[in-house]
């Protein structure tokens, strides 16, 4: 029971980022995170009268910390998108950083106010509290504007083709598949802690809510210090040094948790995992950041939010019961191990790349030829282009052509195909679809400047100007 708490607290992440980040894509952020706001402040306060009127029991405490958690993963992608426009570019790590201080003071002052709160005024205090204090997210939000954007002149798009589009960018994204592994490699093994340290604080060291406080309130007051070490640890090592030294930490603290049957052992073990998890946190977090372009954003975070809650939940699940069948050490020792080994199979895939190529919309694409008007929803689209190269040269344009498909994909397209005219040789012919002739149209906006990299190294190729024909379905459904 106590592990599905954090079940209870990382699967709603899991379940429902993805539609938050393709929400936060296509309706206004500001607003979005207001209503979602609004609904987390209406379950805290229905929680904080469950509690006032002592109906909570184990399921009901589940529930409500599912529906809270519900709404912070509705909220999650929308406030980490809305990060780049509150600092330029180049202050956005630090920023992210600073981001997750503000979440680690809480956690290092939440436990002991909590505490205070509830010897003073009752059991039901600090959810009365918890539930009032989320009206000062709502007050930011309605006071803040956003800077303005270009604007598409585009309808927005629809719910499902939306969050179809999202998980075909990441699957075509290098830079945000990397950052996912590396996650999963991490975040699988360090929920071993989170979703046991209740247990360590009453059956290891016998202690109760005041020594579980205090440990929380260690990790917490550790990865602030933690924070502010980052600049000169990732100007030291680096981003991937940084996480893989963090993954190894996190190992050792695990094992000193399976170690612990005192306090001052348990407080050390908290204090090298607080620090090891911001470090992670927010290099794995600017990796993120920095491999989404700014139309799929929202989308790209949820699905980083969804690996990362998602390995949180399993990982909770697994070693709550490695823990019920082998007790507590055997669990974190487990961990340990798995966490150590993660970072020898993981270290290939390197972090924060994407903060090379530039990813602002080229507007390079002119728009199409059409002889009448078109429908928006019309499709699916075929688009063909033709390209003349010396056959000699065969063998680089299907090189460079291998990176124009994670191009198309990555801006909505799929079916991607490149064929020789066997009547022709030098005629080459790619061809993809698209799902309707509106989703082409965004593509002309989606394509980046780094995109655009890679489309000259084809041109470069040619003997003559490529040919682009644009074929629409004719099919009736």
Not at 245 to 270: D, E, I, K, Q, Y
């Amino acid at each position: 029971m106590v592990s599905l708490v954090q079940v209870a607290s990382s699967l709603p992440m899991f379940l429902f980022a993805i539609p938050a980040g393709a929400l936060a894509d296509i309706v206004d952020r500001r607003r979005f995170l207001i209503g979602a706001e609004s609904y987390i402040t209406v379950v805290c306060t229905l929680f904080a009268v469950m509690v006032w009127l002592h109906l909570i029991t184990p399921g009901t405490l589940l529930l409500f910390t599912f529906l809270v958690e519900a709404g912070s993963a509705a909220t999650s992608p929308g406030w980490q998108s809305v990060v780049p426009d509150l600092v330029p570019h180049e202050d956005l790590g630090p920023a992210l950083a600073m981001n997750s201080v503000g979440v680690n003071i809480s956690r290092a002052i939440g436990p002991a106010l909590g505490g205070v709160i509830t010897t003073s005024f009752g059991i039901a205090a600090p959810f009365w509290v918890n539930a009032a204090s989320n009206l000062g997210s709502i007050g930011a939000l309605v006071w803040w504007r956003a800077p303005t954007v270009r604007t598409s002149q585009l309808p927005a798009e629809r719910f499902a083709s939306a969050i179809r589009t999202g998980i075909r960018h990441a699957r075509f994204n290098s830079h945000l598949h990397a950052t996912t592994i590396r996650a999963v490699g991490f975040f699988l093994f360090a929920s071993c802690y989170w979703a046991l340290l209740p247990l360590v604080a009453r059956s290891q060291l016998h202690g109760g809510a005041p020594l579980y406080g205090m440990l929380l309130g260690a990790i917490g007051l550790s990865a602030i210090a933690g924070a502010f070490a980052l600049p000169w640890l990732k100007q030291q090592l680096g981003p991937n040094k940084v996480v893989a030294a963090g993954s190894l930490a996190t190992a050792a603290s695990m094992v000193l948790f399976g170690l612990a049957r005192n306090a001052p052992t348990a407080l050390l073990a908290c204090v090298i995992a607080g620090s090891s998890w911001i470090a992670v946190l927010a290099n794995l977090n600017v990796s993120a950041q920095l491999a989404l372009p700014e139309w799929v954003k929202g989308r790209g975070l949820a699905i980083y939010v969804t690996v990362f809650f998602g390995a949180m939940t399993l990982g909770s699940i697994v070693w709550g019961q490695v823990a019920s069948v082998g007790g507590l050490p055997l669990a974190h020792f487990s961990a340990a191990a798995g966490a150590a080994l993660a970072v020898l199979l993981t270290w290939r895939w390197r972090l924060q790349t994407g903060s090379g190529p530039d990813l602002t919309p080229s507007m390079a694409w002119p728009t199409p030829v059409v002889n009448e008007s078109i429908e928006g929803d019309s499709g699916p689209v075929l688009v063909m282009v033709e390209y003349m190269i010396d056959p000699k040269d065969r063998e680089a344009f299907l090189d460079a052509a291998a990176s124009l498909s994670h191009e198309r994909g990555r801006d909505g397209a799929f079916a991607w195909g490149v064929f020789d005219d066997v009547a022709l040789p030098g005629r080459m012919v790619e061809t993809f679809y698209v799902e309707s002739w509106f989703e082409h149209l965004r593509q002309h906006e989606r394509v980046t400047k780094a995109d655009q990299v890679i489309e000259k190294k084809i041109h470069a190729l040619l003997t003559t100007a490529a040919r682009t024909t644009h074929l629409l379905s004719s099919q009736r459904h």
